[in-house]
């Protein structure tokens, strides 16, 4: 399909490749959120000079916030000529770490073969691009628009999203009264929706012991071995559960329709010694043991359930294992989140997937959370969606890229449904 929207988009088509190396190249590492204000600056400046009113916003007193690494966000806004409907394209600018494996620069933003390479080149900043590109060619095609466009740029969503749409929420940006479409383009693909997410429980348990000379470890207690009869009851017991229930939630990749839970850490005993420490190890018998989890449960399983479940196997083991000891500690939660297929905005971009690609839109949930749970649970906004380009199995990998022509189709899709919003019909 060609349209004159279409045609600006095409024609943009370098801008988008410079835009999106040019986010690249800002190292918006999360840990610590580093140069956030940087890539708000860069966002303004751009953002401003076609025709957005911004407001920075400093989210002052969140997790991680200090003077060092103060989290801030930019939220842009550009009126139309009529009253109407304001549409919202939300997306976090933070990447995760760069780790081992890359043959590209991580944050050299290279184009190489049709693909922008780099940390955050599909997670999100092409996506963050695709939609500055497609807001503005709208705004070029049609000066006469009824409502508002506006583009968010938000802190720390890899950390949970407090430092950025959680405290945008409690400050009433995503209040239905001022916004009421959103779309954050996250990399579920050009051709899905995603409608929600699978919810996450994350907590730390802690095996305790007595510490004693290694060569005499019947007079102390072993707390890496408690942590092993705990693994075990995971293996045997709470792994073959998780796997047997499957959710009717369009979860992709197919192995996140089931419940999962990943152990993300463990450390026990005497601390690591630093990498220049060359001396032998004292001999003790470890005291405490500790494994941070992170369970992914399904819309069919209460919270409640997911916690009680775990719970259950570490009090059991106080009847097999004599002087068995833990604590757990809940670290964070977050429920799972689902629009409904009949919300418009779902209505709207399926309908531009079709014109645009010539397809059915798939519709799909994502195995990790995002931010639209605090734009559903603290803005009370339920017409949101996640829609943007970008092979989400390539988040947070070595080599992370993203496609130019996957931007510009997926451009097109997000001009289309502005067509469908915001200009006035008859
Ligand atoms: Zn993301």
Sequence with gaps: MTTPLTQAIAAKREELIALTQDLIRIPTLNPPGQDYLAICEYLDKRLKAHGFETQLIRAHGTPGDSAKYPRWNIIARREGTQKGECVHFNSHTDVVEEGQGWTFDPFGGQLHEGKIYGRGACDMKGGLATSIIAAEAFIETYKDFAGAIEIS???????????????????????????????????????????GHRGGWWA???????????????????????????????????????????????????????????????????????????????????????????????????????????????????????????????????????????????????????????KAPEYVASPGTYDQKHIDRIGKLKNCIAYGPGVLEMA???????????????????????????????
């Design 396 to 426: 947070h990998k070595p080599n992370e890229w993203i496609g130019v022509d996957d931007m510009i189709d997926s451009a097109c899709v997000m001009g289309a449904a502005l067509e469908t919003l915001l200009l006035p019909r008859g």
């Design 204 to 358: 730390e348990i802690e095996t305790k012991g007595e510490i004693a000379h290694g060569s005499m470890p019947f007079l102390g207690d072993c707390a890496v071995r408690h942590m092993g009869a705990v693994l075990s009851e995971f293996e045997t017991k709470l792994f073959p559960a998780m796997a047997s229930r499957t959710t009717d939630m369009p979860v992709v990749p197919e192995g996140a329709r089931s419940s999962t839970m990943n152990i993300n850490s463990i450390h026990g005993g005497a601390k690591e010694q630093d990498d220049d420490f060359d001396g032998l190890p004292s001999h003790c018998v470890p005291d405490s043991c500790r494994i941070t989890i992170d369970r992914r449960f399904l819309s069919e399983e209460p919270l409640d359930q997911v916690r009680d479940e775990v719970t259950g196997l570490l009090e059991g083991l106080r009847g097999t294992r004599p002087d068995f000891e833990y604590t757990l500690t809940e670290l964070n939660s977050v429920l799972p989140s689902m629009t409904d297929r009949q919300a418009p905005v779902v209505q709207t971009v399926a309908k531009a997937i079709q014109d645009v690609m010539g």
């Design 153 to 195: 740029g938000t802190a720390d969503e890899e950390s949970g999203g407090y430092g950025g749409v959680a405290y945008l929420a409690e400050k009433g940006f995503f209040n239905p009264e001022r916004v009421q479409h959103v779309i954050i383009p996250e990399p579920l693909h050009k051709d899905r929706i995603c409608l």
